[in-house]
């Protein structure tokens, strides 16, 4: 989605930038910007954050004069990725730190039929002698690219209304707005939301976002979870609103592929009608915090609490989340999650459907499943799906050395009836020619061979970034192939097992492992610090070895390999940094970032931790909380020790 992440860059762009002093006073920031605002950053004091974040062991790898060339690049390429503030504003992020004495908030509010708008305020109390230096570095900037000067009177406030020229015969001009009333320096890109700033700001009140209720909710639920915690940074985002401002930057801009926040719209997701969180650093033991209120206030009751495929997003909540005594000590990532995966077989047609462009092409699926002579020849629903349990695992490592597909993945489902799922999953594999049957330890096996050039991807995790629009789906979407699934299959343990990989699978399957993961230290302490931010039941958990679920995209950066990435991690990256221009349009980004100065993994895995996150199903949404440990000195050294001994994570 093209200019999908300026309020992600932005956040990262200002705790790169470092600190400077301040206090905190004027008017909120929330009660300033509109009630259309579909996404929000206040960060209350840079001073503070910049403060706790060069605490925190990432803030001290920032700092590390081995990585200062990289971090300087990766500055650049965030400061492209919002250039909105530079060439609409004619201001850096970088200015912003010498001017805010206290709240800097950034939003992007949607406008009917028209573009988006950027807004800016920024508390500068005592700080008019800098503020009045900037405004003026600010107007020979955009004088220089030719633009032309208006001064508006707003009671006894003047506006300076910016005529920007485009850079391009294909661009339109562009405003850039400023003033400064009560302490607050205000900038947009459109005059009629400067207005707008201003009368809320002289005390005319009504219209601000916040008076909106998804906003509220998720401050509201965010303050009684943080403990009394203040945040020093919290965000807002109106899904849908967001992707519908977004795609307004670029109007009449080709999109390959299908239109899946449409889809998705239509399909029942738009009752998620907003999300927050709360943002804090060095708190107790915890080096980063974060808490999530997702929004989503019922339609119905029961079964029809939501509509159409948005009711596959039932996940219950239980007690028992902890790892099974199954999983290996040394994975890079544990996730675990509930779902009642009866009910979203139910309702996922009408959202299969709307993918493949037809309606009933879910239910041909099916059919040929049940009837196709070259099939199964199963009932997919009564001889698989009703003997699935509602328990998910999904798991990720590594192989030495890293390469573009050096990631492993295995997702574990708990089965009610294991005979049953094997009969299933036994008729899937007898009809392909590439499953062949082997055994380990006791257990059925099926091993998926493919030719080099067709190795299947299994892609069974998210990091949320992409919910509005996943990966294109290869082509005819779900076909009757067991290569599809994975490259290994089981039955074993109470679980069904699909790997990427078949050393994985056996790795799991192992009954001789010396250690689990229950049993490791540092997911212990990461269990602890999650009981403490979300005790009780909850609906996911998740463990993540930050240090080795990222070495595979420090290396491939490393080898100039990143845009290869088939990671997780990666493709949120490769998104990320893919400049605007590039974006949307099929091709291989260009590494943009010289990475060729960094260090060897092994002197910069010590400012790695690990981290956790818990998510709470509620009536009207979910809330997630996590948290980033630091690593003791001692577990970086042993982990070090202990790696270069094998070529493969085990």
Request: proline share 5%.
């Amino acid at each position: 989605m093209a200019h999908r992440t300026p309020l992600i860059c932005t956040l990262a762009a200002l705790l790169l930038m470092g600190s400077a002093a301040g206090s905190r006073a004027a008017a909120p920031a929330d009660t300033l910007f509109p009630s259309k605002t579909r996404g929000f950053v206040s960060v209350g004091d840079i001073a503070e954050l910049g403060e706790n974040w060069q605490r925190t062991q990432l803030g001290q790898m920032v700092r590390d004069d081995a990585m200062r060339p990289f971090v300087n690049d990766i500055k650049r390429q965030m400061e492209r990725k919002v250039g909105s503030f530079r060439d609409k504003l004619g201001i850096e992020l970088e200015d912003l730190k010498d001017v805010a004495a206290g709240e800097l908030g950034v939003g992007l509010v949607e406008r009917e039929s028209e573009r988006a708008a950027v807004v800016l305020t920024v508390d500068v109390t005592g700080r008019q002698g800098r503020v009045d230096a900037l405004l003026a570095k600010i107007d020979r900037q955009l004088k220089a690219r030719k633009a032309t000067v208006s001064t508006e009177a707003l009671g006894e406030t003047q506006l300076t209304v910016y005529l920007v020229p485009p850079k391009t015969a294909e661009r339109t001009a562009t405003q850039a707005v400023y003033f400064v009333h009560d302490d607050i320096l205000c900038a947009s890109d459109n005059v009629y939301e400067a207005r707008e700033l201003y009368r809320r700001l002289a005390g005319n009140a009504g219209g601000g976002l916040n008076e909106v209720v998804a906003y509220r909710e998720t401050m509201n639920r965010c303050a009684s979870e943080s403990q009394g915690v203040e945040p020093e940074l919290r965000w807002f985002a109106d899904p849908f609103g967001y992707a519908r401002a977004s795609r307004s930057l670029t109007p009449g801009k080709k999109r390959r592929g299908k239109d899946y926040v449409s889809i998705l719209e239509s399909q029942g997701f738009d009752a998620i009608t907003g999300a927050g969180g709360y943002v804090n650093m060095m708190v107790d033991d915890l080096e980063i915090v974060h808490r999530t209120a997702v929004y989503a206030p019922p339609i119905g009751k029961g079964a029809d609490k939501y509509k159409l495929a948005m009711r596959i997003m039932e996940f219950p909540n239980g007690q028992q989340m902890k790892p099974h005594n199954w999983i290996p000590a040394e994975v890079a990532s544990h996730r675990t999650f509930n779902c009642d995966l009866q009910n979203a077989f139910r309702y996922f047609d009408t959202l299969f459907d709307a993918i493949v462009g037809y309606e009933g092409a879910f239910d041909n699926v099916l059919e040929g499943f049940e009837e196709d002579a070259y099939g199964p020849q199963i009932d997919v629903e009564k001889a698989f799906v009703k003997h699935l349990g509602r328990r998910i695992t999904l798991l990720s490592d590594y192989e030495l050395p890293i390469t573009t597909k050096s990631e492993r993945l295995l997702l574990a489902v708990e089965v009610n009836d294991p005979a049953a799922v094997s009969a299933a999953v036994k008729k899937f594999m007898d009809q392909d020619p590439n499953a062949n049957r082997r055994e380990f330890q006791g257990n059925v096996v099926w091993e998926i061979t493919t030719p080099e050039d067709d190795v299947p991807n299994l892609d069974i995790g998210s990091s949320g970034l992409d919910l509005l629009e996943p990966e294109q789906p290869a082509a005819g979407g779900l076909g009757g192939n067991a290569s599809e699934l994975g490259s290994a299959v089981a039955v074993a343990n109470g679980h069904l097992f699909i790997a990427s990989h078949l050393e994985f699978l056996e790795r799991v399957l192992d009954q001789n492992q010396p250690e689990q993961l229950t049993g490791s230290g540092d997911f212990r302490k990461v269990d602890a610090a999650l009981d403490r931010l979300m005790p009780g039941q909850g609906s996911v958990r998740t463990f993540v070895r930050t240090d080795q679920a990222y070495r595979s995209t420090y290396e491939l950066l490393r080898q100039g390999k990143m845009p290869e990435s088939e990671t997780l991690l990666g493709r949120m990256l490769n998104r990320l940094l893919t400049p605007p221009e590039d974006e949307d349009e099929g091709v291989l980004r260009e590494q943009k970032i010289d990475a060729e100065s960094l260090p060897a993994f092994e002197q910069v895995r010590r400012y790695f931790g690990p981290a956790g996150t818990a998510v709470r199903s509620d009536g009207d949404g979910w809330f997630i909380s996590g948290a980033t440990l630091g690593k003791a000195p001692a577990q970086a050294r042993q982990d070090s020790s202990s790696r270069a001994r094998t070529g493969t994570f085990r």
